[in-house]
């Protein structure tokens, strides 16, 4: 059965009030997918379907909902309902919500919170937006040096179920500092007598409750973990941070450098859900910037208006010119802007960079500049000053587009700008205000002068 018979099935139940087949269908989907469900329901029916669910699917459910379904549940439903809510879901999953509510509906949901939980989720709110704190869960599986593999097993039996993961176990000193960690699997195919500090690794790769998310999904990604320990600043253990939550992050901060890249400001909602003033003021402080940049461009070309006189087939060739830089500048840019964020390109690496884009950059503009050569001659019927000049222009075009979209966003991380504020549109208007002045400048030696 398809997702559209699905739907169908549970519009079905849902219309004719057969609740208890309903809530048997329900149960039988992934949490993700009732939260998707419920996208398309109204007020009082997502209402109806959310109090048919058990409190502890409801919870995860909740947690996968989008930020408006969130306050329109909050908004409806008792205070009771609210606490016990709250109570269900994991702590970060709790923070997240909290931090995209309104303040008067974050202090009504505190304020029906048990008073430890409620204690906990202040803490949470404390530590700067987008910062390991923000992100990390306090409920992960902790084990001390004097346990073996069946005390270990027998603490996971008893508080799993209430744990964010347990694939992988932390060991503690008396102090609460993390000393090493445990993968599960590591305890499954040993006897029970044996002491944990056996199976312990105690190469311990950490992140701190400060450092920003970006730094901790790069070292997730970086060691390939499942889970990350998060410490204070005395390197005691204060919670950890999950796959699924780096994902998210990871997701985030893409779509952060896209927008940017595309010369956006980000957005903080979806885009269904943003205002038309709130999408075109995104988009029109560079619209505004790359116009007003562009007048360079324009300053070249009535510079050397007497040179365009000559021949139309000079003014015919500057798109083309301009559109090839940008590109080429373009390609340069995004592959520096990966390569930043995976860490594999640095600015102390900007002269190799540089070096290789050039030699790139040669080999591509003898292909593109022979067969623009080409077609001039046979399709244009130019002479060969006029093609030499113009695919010549080209090559040069095209090795120096290459060279500034390398080593722009390296220069914008040294001076701690964002590399994707370097990315097309920037680049772009350099590329074609240099492209211009470097064919008029040859077009003027070569063809006046002739």
């Not at 048990?114 to 204690?119: D, F, I, M, S």
Request: with cysteine; proline share 4%; aromatic share 6%.
């Amino acid at each position: 059965m398809n997702w559209e018979q699905i739907e169908e099935k549970l519009d079905q139940l849902l219309s004719q009030g057969r609740h208890g087949q309903l809530r048997g269908a329900l149960m039988m989907l992934n949490p993700v997918d009732i939260a998707g469900y419920m996208k398309k329901l109204d007020r009082e029916r997502l209402l109806l379907l959310f109090r048919i669910l058990p409190k502890d699917v409801s919870a995860d459910v909740f947690s996968y909902m989008d930020t408006d379904q969130r306050q329109m549940l909050v908004e409806s439903i008792a205070d009771a309902e609210i606490s016990a809510l709250i109570d269900e879901m994991f702590v970060d999953d709790a923070v997240d919500f909290l931090e995209e509510l309104p303040a008067n509906a974050v202090k009504r949901v505190l304020q029906n919170t048990e008073p430890k939980t409620r204690a906990i989720i202040n803490q949470f709110l404390k530590y700067p937006e987008n910062s390991a704190g923000s992100l990390m869960t306090i409920e992960y599986c902790e084990v001390n040096q004097d346990m073996n593999v069946r005390d270990a097993l027998l603490s996971i039996k008893q508080t799993g179920v209430d744990k964010e993961t347990v694939y992988t176990l932390y060991m503690l000193d008396s102090q609460r500092h993390l000393i090493g960690s445990i993968p599960l699997h590591k305890m499954l195919v040993v006897p029970e007598e044996t002491p944990l500090v056996k199976l312990m690794d105690p190469g311990i790769i950490s992140v701190s409750t400060v450092d920003d998310q970006e730094v901790v999904a790069d070292t997730v990604r970086k060691y390939h973990l499942l889970s990350i320990p998060v410490v204070d600043g005395e390197g005691r253990m204060v919670g950890i941070i999950t796959s699924d939550d780096i994902m998210d992050v990871i997701e985030e901060e893409n779509t952060e450098d896209f927008e940017k890249m595309s010369g956006l400001a980000p957005a903080e909602e979806p885009y269904f859900k943003s205002r038309l003033f709130t999408l075109a003021g995104n988009r029109l402080p560079w619209l505004m910037i790359l116009m007003l940049t562009s007048i360079i461009s324009g300053a070249i070309i009535s510079r050397f208006e007497d040179v365009l006189a000559v021949n139309i087939l000079l003014s015919a060739s500057i798109p083309m010119l301009m559109d090839t830089g940008g590109n080429c500048g373009q390609q340069a840019s995004t592959l520096m802007i990966r390569g930043i964020a995976l860490g594999e390109v640095r600015f102390t690496d900007i002269f190799r960079v540089l070096w290789t884009e050039f030699r790139v950059g040669l080999m591509i503009g003898v292909v593109l500049s022979a067969v623009t050569f080409a077609r001039l001659l046979l399709l244009n019927q130019a002479s060969l000053i006029m093609a030499g000049v113009i695919s010549f222009s080209l090559f040069a075009t095209v090795v120096i587009a290459k060279s500034i979209g390398c080593v722009l966003p390296l220069l914008a991380q040294r001076i701690k700008l964002d590399p994707a504020l370097a990315a097309a549109p920037l680049i772009t208007t350099l590329v074609d205000a240099t492209s211009l002045f470097v064919f008029f400048t040859i077009a003027s030696r070569f063809i006046l002068n002739a």
